[in-house]
Structures are given as structure tokens and as C-alpha cells.
């Protein structure tokens, strides 16, 4: 048994843990983070890092508001990291251009109601400095460009977030997996995990695509899953695109060094994290279709992660139904990066009962009967 008395056991050690427990130490809390592998490497490591949902109008409320919310903390958040570690985590308002075909209707509606700053015939905003790169069947009266929508580098984000949490004070334990909880009474006493037994007066859950498997039967109707996504990596030797290009389900983040990721695709396929040949050529045509350049560059990096899946992308945020000393922040789906800072300020929120900015009912529903 751990003997080290502490206020948190936060288990794993992607974005939402790191974030948690850093927010945490912040308040004083003393903090130990269990983690399977190491820290950082699974779906956090593996993502894009946009800022926004893909077509925000495709997503319920509860989504948007959190994402806005969120996405809204990452300039004044990256800054406060690379003061404190050194580490910056390129947060850039590149903007991102949505080619269509798109749900016009619906993205009309959104901007209104959102009242979103949206460019027509915004091309030059992503080609700018290499308009003959511009495909000739682009339909360009009917894109949209939506300047706000930023982007960070996501493994130097949970470089800083690690290294700020080591700085705090927290303790890290890598390559321990939690097997089982165990309760008493109400509460969570005592964590099974490869490394011993762990005791601490609270604990959260934040092990991403994993964490239905960490509650066991304490899950009940919790419906978080794997689901995964590949990725392919390029380099150029200056940006090829200023903004952010997506079209359907195919995106292209170009960062400021010159590599550009495409993704993603979503497959349902359980715990399985390896890339496929089906995944590459799919992903890298329709990323030549737009952007015909690439069809000359060597693919650098291909790989795959899994998200934590969610149904309507709707997190689970708060305390356990029926163990009083447990919490999580999972299921975060393809926007736990834009979440991350959001996500933690509604769970502390909770944790020291405090206000909360909007109703957050819906990230409490997850349940289900229990
Ligand atoms: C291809 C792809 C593209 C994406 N693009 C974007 C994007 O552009 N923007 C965006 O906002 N989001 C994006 N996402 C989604 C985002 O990456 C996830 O929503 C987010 O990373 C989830 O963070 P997490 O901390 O919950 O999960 P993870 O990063 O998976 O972390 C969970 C951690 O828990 C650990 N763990 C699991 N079980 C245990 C256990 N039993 N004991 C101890 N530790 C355990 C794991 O090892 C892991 O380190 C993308 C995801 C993918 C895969």
C-alpha cells in the first residue's frame, strides 16, 4: 500500500489528466497521477490540435458551448506554460477554410446564432503565399473561412503540462495500469494497480478511451469507447498553407516549421491502434486532391490513436453518481484538446463547489439508470 498521504490520485496521463492535476496543484492539492504507459503518449499525443469541432454546426449545444468556452482560454493558457516551463505550444489563430460540400443550412444558422465571423471567397486567407497552388475545380464561391478557429502543437502541449506538474510538485508514476476500484461504504477506498495499492481521499478518472474499463461495474450506462483515428505526417521546407483546409472528413493542419498533418479517419475497431494500408492511401489521395503539392512529398510519420468516444461527442464531467470521493473527466471524443482547459475549470468548479459559467447538466447525464 502507498503510504504517501495525498488529497488526489488522478488516473492517466493524457491532456484531461495533466490539466486536471495540474489545476489542481495549482490550488494547493497534493497530486499523484497513475499512468499505464507513459504520459502522454496515447490520443493526445495522436491528434491534430484544431481548436474548434471540424464543422461546428454539426454538434448539439452541449459541444459548442464547451468548445467556445474552452477554446477561448488557450492564448492566456499556452502563455502561463511557456512562462513556467519554457515550453511554447505554438497556439496560432491560423483560421481554418471549410471547402464544400457542407451543411449550408445549417452553418448559415449557426453563424447567425453564434454570431461567428465568417469569410466568403476567403481563398486567399489559406493559399496566400502560393495562390497557383489553389486546385482548379475548387468550388471557391461557396467556402467558408473561419478566422477565429486556432490551432496548438498537442505533444508540446503535454510536454509543458508534464513538466509544469513535475514542477508543482505532483508525483508521476508511469507504467502503472489501475486493475480495479475498490469501495467501501460509498466511497472509492483503495486502487488495484500493477505497481500496489493505492489509498487517497479523492480520485479522478481521466484514463481517456479506457476509462469505462477502469470503473468496471461502477460504469453503469457509461457509453465511453475506442474509436480510432490515423494520421499522416509531411514536411515542407515553408508552410504550403496558412489555414487550416478541410473538406468533408479530411483535414490539413499546416504548423509554423513546415510539417502539415492530414487526418483523420474513424474507425470503429475496439482497442486496435494499428495503422493500415487502406488508412494511408485513402487519407493520402484525398489529401493530394487538396493539396496537389503533396503528391511529390514522401510521407514522414503515419499513425493511429484512439479517442475516447462519446455519444453526440458529449463528455462525462463531475462526481460518480454513488461514490462520493470520485470523479471524472472523459469521453471527449475528437475535441478533448479544444476541451482540456474547459473541462477542468467545470470539474474543479464541481470538486470545490463552485459556480459553474452555464448548466452543465449535460455532461452529467452519462450514466444513464444506476
Ligand atoms: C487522429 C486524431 C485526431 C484528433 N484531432 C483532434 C483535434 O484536432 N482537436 C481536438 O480537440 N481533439 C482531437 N482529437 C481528440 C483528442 O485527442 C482526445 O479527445 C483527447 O486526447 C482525449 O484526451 P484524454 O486525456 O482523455 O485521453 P488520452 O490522451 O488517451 O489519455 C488517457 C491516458 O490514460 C491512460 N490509462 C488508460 N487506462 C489506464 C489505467 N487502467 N491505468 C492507468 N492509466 C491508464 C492511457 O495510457 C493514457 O495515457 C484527435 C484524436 C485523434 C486520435
Known sequence: MSEVTQDFIVIGAGIIGLATAVRLLTEGATVTILEKN???QESSWAGGGILSPLCPWDYPDAVTRLTDYSAAM??????ELCEATGIDAEYEASGMLVLPPYHAEAAHKWRISHAAEVEQNAFSECFS???????????????LFLP???QVRNPRLLYALHKLAVQLGGRIIEHCEVYEIITQHNRLDVLATSCGKYRA???????GAWSKQVLGKHAFSLDIKPMRGQMLLYKFAEPPLRSILLQRDVYLI???DGYLLAGSTMEDVGFNKQVTLAAREYLSERAQGLLPQLKNMPLINHWAGLRPASPQNIPTIGR???LNNLFINSGHFRYGVTMAPGSVRILLNEIMGRPQPFDIGPYQQGWGDY
Open 201 to 207: 481521499d479523492h480520485f479522478v478518472i481521466t484514463a
Open 320 to 322: 460518480h453518481p454513488l
Open 148 to 150: 477565429h478557429i486556432a
Open 38 to 40: 507513459k504520459v502522454g
Open 254 to 256: 499546416p504548423r509554423r
Open 74 to 79: 488557450f492564448p492566456a493558457w499556452v502563455a
Open 129 to 143: 503565399r502560393n495562390k497557383q497552388n489553389i486546385p482548379l475545380h475548387f468550388n471557391v464561391e461557396n467556402a
